[in-house]
């Protein structure tokens, strides 16, 4: 039996270029997608729910994303959107080369916990090579080397309750009146406890860049670019995503994307 394959970017991009004549930019935001109404909106919301259901029922919880040999690394990973924090918590880190850096696991969990990163490093650890997919259409192949969350998470101990994990993060995506808004995104548990999904320390076999989000950038290998958080530093177990944001879920979803992001 052939097994149903949904190519989730291309049927994003291409129905939002039917619905508006505009192709979604992961870097420039398009306010018109978070107004309520909108054809196009509308268009990526009920693809997020049948994305979601049909890899959830039929690829299943645990299949692997297609990894690659070290022969089609054909290019350094290409930086995207926030490639260099500024707010002062970041900026001491990196002048610090990062030795005081923690990433804390809190939220519905038994213990709050938190590692250094010579901590993670030192952690049984996970190499793949895998395909970043953008939503603005363009992909790379690159080498990414860190330790699985699913072990992480559970020396927390995620309480039963929790539902999703919410990925807090360093760097200022947008400045207003009122202050720096940061980036945050979420996943569901089956992708925080996916194989795959990985807190990357490492790429093309080197520290991993500033620009590619270091000192640690979370890898969920089944989903969209926007969904792999850079500059991670705590990651908070919760039933509910509507305390955060515009409640819909990360800074981009708060604008107008869908949650899963999945492809």
Known sequence: MKRLIINRRRFLLGSATAGSGLVL??????????????????????ANVLTYSAQRALVGD??????YGESEIRQGMRPNGSTEPT?????FL????????RLT??????????FSLAELRNMPSRTQITRHDC?????CIAKWTGTPLGPVLDQAGVKPGARFAIYHCFDNIQRTMSGDILYYTSSDLVDAYHPQSILAYGLNDASLPVSNGAPIRLRIERALGYKQP???????????????GRGKGGYWEDNGYDWYGGI
Not at 30 to 43: H, I, K, M
Not at 62 to 67: D, F, P, S
Not at 87 to 91: A, R
Request: aromatic share 12%.
């Open 25 to 46: 930019s992961g870097c420039d935001q398009f306010d018109f997608l978070a107004q309520r109404g909108n054809p196009v909106r509308e268009v990526m919301e009920q």
């Open 62 to 67: 645990q299949v692997l994303a297609r990894e």
């Open 87 to 91: 707010t002062p918590e970041y900026l």
């Open 94 to 101: 990196r002048q610090m080369n990062f030795e005081p850096y």
């Open 105 to 114: 696991i809190k939220g519905m969990v038994e213990r709050e916990v938190s």
């Open 135 to 139: 939503v603005e259409g363009w992909s």
């Open 230 to 244: 850079k500059y991670l530093h705590t990651i908070e177990l919760v039933d509910d995503l509507a305390g955060f």
